[in-house]
């Protein structure tokens, strides 16, 4: 079986970095193995969540959204930091889905900051919410600072470092996606 490996961006920006920082992980992921795919929130239409009890009753938007990730073992979610927190887009995009969707799934996170603090607050944020919804957070993380600053002249990442941790995360998922798939881990039990 073929694994897949979907990055959810959650932010709404033209030219995001956090969008750019997933597709380096996935590109990662791929590189291990794993088929690739990615959702940008700016680029769908999905609507608030609203908490109904008939959520067929929701825009074929949100049905796409979940069935893609019911479809992926692994998830690399990545978010900007906006006032020390992940963003309103990515969480009503997260509040959409439910257990049904993450649980027993990979997630790797990413949490991108234009400040000099990085996106501590965001990520840890990021992980209590998928712990939230079942799915396996992977311990390895990536927090990114200066958001400004990531990029050399030509627009590839300047950091050797960063580079390693986002290559990591992209790995990492994929190696315990794998796990899971293979049936290693009987989680049932
Ligand atoms: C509403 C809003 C709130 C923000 N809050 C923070 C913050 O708390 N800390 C921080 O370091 N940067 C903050 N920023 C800056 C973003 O984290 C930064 O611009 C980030 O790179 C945006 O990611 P993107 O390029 O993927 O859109 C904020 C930006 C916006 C628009």
Redesign the pocket.
Known sequence: MALHILGI?G???P?????YVIKYALAAAAEAGAETDFYDIAEHQLPFCDGRQDESTYPSSVNEFKALIRSSQGIII?T?????SITGSLKNALDLCSTEEFEHKMVGIIG????????A?AIGHLRTIMRGVGSWVVPHQVSI?H??KIFDGSGLLADVALEHRLKKLGTDVTKYARLFAAGVLDIDE
């Not at 900007?80 to 020390?84: A, I, K, L, Q, T």
């Open positions: 961006c932010s709404m920006r030219n995001s970095s956090t969008a990545g900007p930091e906006y006032h020390n991108v900051a234009g400040g000099g603090m990085g996106a607050n600072s958001s400004g």
